[in-house]
């Protein structure tokens, strides 16, 4: 269990896909979404993950998380049983400093839609922006993967 701190940002152009050192494809839907928790699973290559995260500070840069690794046909089973709208995207990995920014290409119906994230050890700690990370987005539920499941980029006016 821990604390979760991190930023959002949409991004303005796709040079963050020559600076990646890793790609990776995600597969993920809601078992439960609510305000104050929800609970995910995520196929990730090989790899299979739940996960519950709870309701964000007022800040919107912090919140409980707990992660445990499953069996990837206990995933598949799972992904079956949630809520509609699985979502479908590429992650990126992109170092700056000593940070690592992850930046969310979605497909399907978010296609269009990109977000990087960063991950801090405080809500005001310093990092270097590079110039492809565009507006903020930290707090606005709007973005965050469980509320883009239910309303789909692409309903988006």
């Known amino acids: 269990m821990s604390i979760e701190i991190e930023r ?5 152009s796709d040079n963050f896909k020559k600076q990646s050192f890793q790609k990776k494809q995600i597969k993920q839907g809601y078992l439960n979404t609510n305000k ?3 609970v995910r699973v995520r196929i990730t290559n090989n790899s299979a993950y739940i996960t519950v995260k709870g309701k964000s500070n007022a800040s919107g840069t912090s919140r409980f998380e707990w992660e445990k690794k499953i069996d990837v046909k206990d995933a598949e089973k799972l992904l079956l049983l949630c809520e509609p709208s699985i979502i479908d995207k590429t992650r990126y ?3 700056r400093g000593k940070h690592i920014f992850e930046i969310d290409e979605f497909f399907g119906d978010n296609q269009g839609l990109i977000i990087a994230e960063i991950e801090l050890d405080a809500e005001d700690e310093k990092f270097d922006k590079p110039n492809w990370l565009g507006k903020e987005v930290t707090g606005n539920v709007k973005y965050y993967n469980s509320s883009i499941s239910k309303h789909p980029f692409k309903n988006w006016s």
Not at 8 to 12: A, S, T
């Open 8 to 12: 959002k940002f949409l991004v303005k």
């Open 36 to 38: 104050n928790r929800n």
């Open 93 to 95: 990995l992109v170092k």
